[in-house]
């Protein structure tokens, strides 16, 4: 039987598997555009906003939102529902590296494009083209360059406001500025006050994990986070200790321990940079502001010299050299 806009159940089953998800995921998507559709609820077309729906481990910084919507962009171009399908199964298909998400269009890679995420509440969502449009979860990268933590703290301010889609249409409908296919060479997240999207109705995403709230901890000093962190690797020891027999129960303590020791142990190693940064701040300024020992003139050591220093300066060297 027809539901949405699929011809039955098994439409919506290998659309879902050819974009990559397994039968469990499948079923759960079909399932919920099913739903909606028997109940006469459709998404709106509006921007989503930035929502924080659960906390993870600060390793795993998670965004969701529409890609794009079916419906006429700023250029006046409309992407089909069904271009979208075409399009991002053609890109999830790639070998992972060449899944760009970058930045602002730059060529900075920023995230990874997922499937599947599930948060600590247990909450399944899913990377999938729907009714109205496309809805897109990506993993923002953790690393050690300026440039990702810029962006991650960007990522947790809500200052990341959607996506947009570079493609190339492959074809089009009855009118021209209507394409039913697509190929995507590449998404990229938008940040707010550099760059909007075409589609005025993907530029916003819901921030689906959020990492440890950091800032309380940059107020202590290193000796109170090198206490904290050994505090918290005991605790560990002790749930460690209970796990096996109550795992379910002590899962989730766990958990929580781990993510303050990451957090501890990161504001305490930006700490620690930070004083070898000062340190080679002050040891440079001090070289600059001291002046340096100068060398002195040469000084005149002959004997001649010595004695005219004493007073002696009429003082006569006779032949053998002896004064006089």
């Known amino acids: 039987m027809p539901f949405s806009r699929f011809e039955d159940w098994s439409a919506c089953i290998t659309e879902q598997t050819q974009l990559g998800h397994d039968e469990e995921s499948a079923n ?14 459709l998404y709106k077309a509006d921007p989503i906003g930035l929502e924080i729906l659960s906390k993870a481990d600060d ?3 998670v965004v969701g939102g529409f890609a794009t919507w079916e419906i006429e962009d700023d250029e006046g171009d409309t992407l089909t529902v069904g271009a979208q399908v075409k399009g991002l199964q053609r890109f999830l298909n790639q070998a992972p590296e060449w899944q760009s998400i970058t930045i602002n269009h730059k060529e900075f890679k920023l995230a990874q494009p ?6 600590s509440k247990g909450e399944n969502y899913y990377s999938h083209v729907n009714e109205k449009g496309t809805y897109l979860i990506s993993q923002i990268r953790n690393d050690n360059l300026k440039t990702t933590q810029y962006y991650r703290e960007q990522v947790k301010k809500g200052n990341i406001t959607g996506y947009s889609i570079t493609g190339l ?10 394409i039913t296919d697509i ?20 530029r916003e995403v819901k921030l689906i994990s959020k990492s440890f709230d950091e800032e309380p901890l940059k107020k202590a000093s290193i000796e109170d986070l090198k206490k904290s962190i050994a505090e918290l690797e005991k605790e560990r020891e002790r749930l460690n200790m209970l796990y096996s027999p109550q795992p379910k129960e002590i899962a989730k303590q766990m958990n929580d321990v781990y993510m303050k020791i990451a957090a501890y142990e990161a504001v305490l190693r930006r700490k620690y940079e930070e004083q070898i940064q000062s340190n080679t701040d002050i040891t440079k300024a001090t070289k600059q502001d001291i002046p340096q020992h100068q060398t002195p003139d040469k000084v005149d050591v002959s004997a001649e ?3 005219a220093n004493y007073g002696f300066s009429k003082a006569k060297k006779e032949k053998d050299g002896r004064f006089l």
């Open 305 to 307: 010299a010595i004695l």
């Open 28 to 41: 759960r998507i079909c399932g919920a555009i099913k739903d909606r559709a028997e109940k006469g609820i």
């Open 59 to 61: 390793e795993e910084l």
């Open 169 to 178: 249409p492959l074809a089009k409908g009855d009118s021209p500025k209507t």
């Open 114 to 119: 997922q499937l599947r995420y599930t948060n």
């Open 183 to 202: 190929e995507y060479h590449a998404i990229t997240l938008t940040e707010k006050g550099v760059m909007k999207a075409v589609n005025p109705k993907t």
